[in-house]
Structures are given as structure tokens and as C-alpha cells.
Nanobody, 119 residues
Framework: QVQLVESGGGLVQAGGSLRLSCAASGSFFSINVMGWYRQAPGKQRELVATITSSGSTNYADSVKDRFTISRDNAKNTVSLQMNTLKPEDTAVYYC?????????????WGQGTQVTVSS
């Protein structure tokens, strides 16, 4: 079993910054993709950013040039530095990890952390 534990959410004013972190633990061979999705009230969950084990990144257009994703493969952690936050960034942010264990790769999700940006 794999657990993803997120931290770093909170309340911030527009234009401010927050840093989210997520740590994966449990029994597995490797993690390919790690990343973040978010879900605002009444909306579908959407991609924020992902990063592969080799460092290739993918960002939603809405966060490019404001958010930066990074990971530490040795520690099985992924972080999201969020700058110039906007009220529309308000959402629950979920960490994900595509984990390789026995059998095919499987996607795990964290419990979510609330980010609220006030105007």
C-alpha cells in the first residue's frame, strides 16, 4: 500500500505565494509521474502540473510562469511552488503518484489540501 501525505495549504492574499509538498511512503519499486491536480467547488478536478522521474514537466496553461513543480526522487517527494496567486487558484489541491510495484503501474492520490486565495 502507498500513502501520499500533503502539506502546505492555507489562506493567502492575492499576489502571495504558497508551497505545497507531498511525500510518498509504503512498499513499491519506483514512482514514474508525480504531480498535482486541483478541484474548485462545483468544478471538475483539473491538471495543475506533473513531473516525471527524469524531470520532464507539464503545466496547465493557467499556471505557467507562476507555478513551479519539483521533486526529490531519493525522498519520493514532490513540491509545488505557487507564486502570484489569484483568487481563481482557490481549490483543494491533490497530490498524485504513478507507482510501480508488483504488477502494472497504479495511480495513487493524496487526501487533498485546501488553498484559498483572497482578493
Amino acid at each position: 500500500q502507498v500513502q501520499l501525505v500533503e502539506s502546505g495549504g492555507g489562506l493567502v492574499q492575492a499576489g502571495g505565494s504558497l508551497r505545497l509538498s507531498c511525500a510518498a511512503s509504503g512498499s513499491f519499486f519506483s514512482i514514474n509521474v508525480m504531480g498535482w491536480y486541483r478541484q474548485a467547488p462545483g468544478k471538475q478536478r483539473e491538471l495543475v502540473a506533473t513531473i516525471t522521474s527524469s524531470g520532464s514537466t507539464n503545466y496547465a496553461d493557467s499556471v505557467k510562469d507562476r507555478f513551479t513543480i519539483s521533486r526529490d526522487n531519493a525522498k519520493n517527494t514532490v513540491s509545488l511552488q505557487m507564486n502570484t496567486l489569484k483568487p481563481e487558484d482557490t481549490a483543494v489541491y491533490y497530490c498524485l503518484a504513478d507507482v510501480r510495484s508488483y504488477g502494472p503501474s497504479r495511480r495513487y492520490w493524496g487526501q487533498g489540501t485546501q488553498v484559498t486565495v483572497s482578493s
